[in-house]
């Protein structure tokens, strides 16, 4: 599977941003998504996932209450929305997709074998 992320920008402390992350290449609701960042000189987070089905997510401490992850299956994107944004939240943000069918969240980078290129997302303070 082929991924896609966009939507990254800059916007000011409090702002909103939804990032999206396009799919192509395969039956795209077989597959979890994550998205994770990475700020200068630190190491890559988990921010949020979601199921195959979208029946279950889970968000990092960091964001809960702020970002909200969501798909359509149908038009084959998974969306972070970005609520309050602060200039912690600073960093390139990337989705991430593994073949999974069940219930299971996965929150390791590395159970996910397929990366989109990423798009960077600034808050101004």
């Known amino acids: 599977v082929q991924l896609q992320a966009s939507g990254g920008g800059l916007v000011q402390a409090g702002g909103s941003l939804r990032l999206s992350c396009a799919a192509s290449?395969?039956?795209?609701?077989?597959?979890?998504v994550g998205w994770f960042r990475q700020a200068p000189g630190k190491e890559r987070e988990f921010v949020a996932t979601?199921?195959?089905?979208?029946?279950?997510?889970h968000h990092a401490d960091s964001v809960k209450g702020r970002f909200t992850i969501s798909r359509d299956n149908a038009g084959n994107t998974v969306y972070l929305q970005m609520n309050s944004l602060k200039p912690g939240d600073t960093a390139v943000y990337y989705c991430?997709?593994?073949?999974?069918?069940?219930?299971?969240?996965?929150?390791?980078?590395?159970?996910?074998?397929?990366w989109g290129q990423g798009t960077q997302v600034t808050v101004s303070s």
């Open positions: 991430a997709a593994r073949y999974n069918g069940g219930s299971r969240i996965f929150v390791v980078s590395y159970h996910y074998p397929y």
């Open positions: 979601i199921t195959s089905t979208g029946g279950n997510t």
């Open positions: 290449g395969r039956t795209f609701s077989n597959y979890a």
